[in-house]
């Protein structure tokens, strides 16, 4: 059964180890089944959830196992432009492999890629961000939650004695996520959302 691996970082054949169906017929009315699998690769243990999806009128067939433990990272929104996806992916992949320093090096990054998407004059970071406010596409909290990430990309990128913790990456990280899925994802949503809405309301 097909399940992404959390050591292996990637998609797995896992050996089924045991499996439970089950379902409420008031709440969902498919099927669910609950997975324990192994990593044929690396011998993890993984669990996993299927659910009976329905292929034809009358085929249905068990979906690949999303995976519910270790907990799935979650996904990165498709609408957020690729400089900034990279940058965020990478910024989690330092992050998981314990690397804090050159984890908030790439969510700083994620922010340099905002502002260029955005075409902002300034050369410097500080000065994007402070234009990024004056246009309206950050308020003032992402503003400050902006550049606080970025005085700690410059203690993360340049040699010094002062460490990042795990808690202070994991919090710039998760700033960064926040600011890309305001700018780029919510925004969208809000502005097909008045598209749509009629003129009166
Ligand atoms: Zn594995």
Not at 13 to 21: N, S
Not at 80 to 103: F, V
Not at 143 to 171: C, F, M, P, V
Not at 179 to 200: D, H
Request: proline share 3%.
């Amino acid at each position: 059964m097909i399940i992404e691996c959390s050591y292996c970082e990637s998609k797995v054949d896992g050996v089924l180890k045991g499996e439970h169906e089950s379902y409420d017929p008031n709440e969902d009315p498919f099927p669910f089944k609950a997975v324990l699998l192994q990593c044929p690769v690396c011998n993890n243990s993984l669990l996993g959830g299927a659910e009976l999806i329905q292929i034809s009128s009358d085929k249905h067939e068990w979906s690949d196992a999303f995976r519910l433990w270790p907990k799935q990272d979650s996904h990165i929104d498709w609408s957020i432009p690729d400089i900034a996806r990279n940058s965020l992916t990478e910024a989690r992949l330092c992050y998981k492999a314990r690397a804090y320093s050159a984890s908030v090096v790439m969510s700083g990054r994620t922010l340099e890629a905002v502002c260029k998407h955005h075409n902002t004059s300034s050369r410097t970071l500080a000065k994007g961000l402070e234009e990024l406010k004056s246009k309206g596409v950050i308020d003032e909290r992402l503003y400050q939650w902006s550049d606080e990430l970025r005085k700690h990309r410059n203690i993360g990128a340049h040699a010094s004695d002062e460490k990042i913790s795990k808690e202070d990456a994991k919090d710039l990280l998760d700033f960064a996520e926040a600011i890309c899925e305001y700018v780029f994802v919510l925004s969208e949503k809000f502005n097909q959302f008045m598209a749509r809405k009629p003129a009166k309301i």
